[in-house]
């Protein structure tokens, strides 16, 4: 049997929990645990169901207990306005996914989505993203982290195409300044060059959806990287595998998301690559 919870929970156990709804069927509890595990550090992770109007008591009980937790789907942005220090990421997108206490009793967050995306892109694109051209599908949470990373990291533009075009607007007024434009049809991109085509739609989430793209059309996308992921393989990692276009799932985004979490609640070292186990396992 693999041990993934600490091996002793005592009275002086910091206790981190997932806040959202559903939860059910979050990976969080297991790569947070088992990083606990690992590390050795005196903690317990769990999932909590928990209402919008709870947020607020939990969040703040746990943080001036020594916890705090993830804030997921539907909460992040409620979260972002219940915090007392906030830090850019949180500021720059709205929305809180990370929080946790200090000695003073202030609740502190962070968006770990942002820190996540940067992290796997380095991974992925085994390198900087320093001056490429972006094409970014979607306009949600997921997008806009994945704006403000992109722009964080160097991207000399970023195009944004979203099903409805305001919120692409919305997130490129708030995010993206001169190096963001919004595409307002799809005929548009056709024939444009891409060094990366990131998927931040929720589209994929079921296997049999169709692809947020149609590779074809556009005059090259040099790398696919899908933020979306499951047991299968993505639609989109799907259409760019068949257009011969180096691809990657959320997989990774999702470990180091966590991992960025794992480091604001312990300031220490994520274990990454246990956790990469624990989500390759699942
Ligand atoms: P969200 O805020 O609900 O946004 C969903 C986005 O998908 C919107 O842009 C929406 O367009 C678009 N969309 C939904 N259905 C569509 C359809 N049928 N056709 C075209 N576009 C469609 O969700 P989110 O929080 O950004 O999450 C998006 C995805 O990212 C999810 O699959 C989530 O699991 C994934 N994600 C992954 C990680 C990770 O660690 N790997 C982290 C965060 C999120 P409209 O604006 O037109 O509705």
Known sequence: MTLTTSPTVTAKTRVLTLLGDPVAHSASPELQNAAFAATGV?????????A?????GFMRGLARAGGGGNVTIPHKEKAASLLDVRSEAVRRTGACNTFWGDARGRVHGDNTDVEGFQRALRVF???????????????????RAALLGLLQEGAEEVWIYNRTKERARAIARRIGGQKARVVSV???????????????????????????IDFAMLGRAGAAMDLVYGRHVTPFVRAADAAGIRSTDGLEMLVQQGAASFECWWDVDAPVDRMREVVASR
């Open 42 to 50: 005196d903690g317990v992770y769990v999932a909590v169901r928990c």
């Open 125 to 143: 694109l085994e390198g900087s993203a320093q001056g490429i051209r972006v094409l970014l599908l979607g306009a949600g949470g997921a997008a």
């Open 186 to 212: 799809v005929r548009e991109l056709e024939g444009e060059r891409f060094d990366l085509v990131v998927n931040a739609t929720s589209l994929g989430l079921a296997e049999g959806d169709a692809s947020p």
């Open 52 to 56: 919008g109007d709870d947020l607020v």
